[in-house]
């Protein structure tokens, strides 16, 4: 059983800052790209950011030098910064993990529950 869980949502005015994390626990053999993903009202998911086992980091147009992710290998958590926070960034935003379970040959997609963060003065 592999689980994602978030925290570090919530109601912040317009220009201030929130912190996700997100860590994975279970049984599993190591884990692959992790990222964040939200989901606005009425729109489709979208990717925010992730960042790849490297190290490697791909981000939204609309996130770039406000949002930073980050992930810590010993803990197998990521964590989202998000700064100079605008109300279009109110959303559900999901946890994901690529994560192997057993082997190094195959992998699996996960999510976590989500966490509502809401940008409104």
């Known amino acids: 059983q592999v689980q994602l869980v978030e925290s570090g949502g919530g109601l912040v005015q317009p220009g201030g800052s929130l912190r996700l994390s997100c860590a994975a626990s279970g049984s599993f053999v190591s884990i692959g790209t992790m990222g964040w993903y939200r989901q606005a009202p009425g729109k489709e998911r979208e990717l925010v950011a992730r960042?790849?086992?490297?190290?490697?980091?791909t981000d939204a147009d609309s996130v770039k030098g406000r949002f930073t992710i980050s992930r810590d290998y010993t803990k197998n958590m990521v964590y989202l910064q998000m700064n100079s926070l605008k109300p279009e960034d109110t959303a559900v935003y999901y946890c994901?993990?690529?994560?192997?379970?057993?082997?190094?040959?195959?992998?699996?997609?996960?999510w976590g529950q989500g966490t509502q963060v809401t940008v409104s003065s």
């Open positions: 994901n993990a690529n994560i192997y379970r057993q082997t190094w040959r195959s992998s699996d997609d996960y």
């Open positions: 960042i790849s086992r490297s190290g490697t980091v």
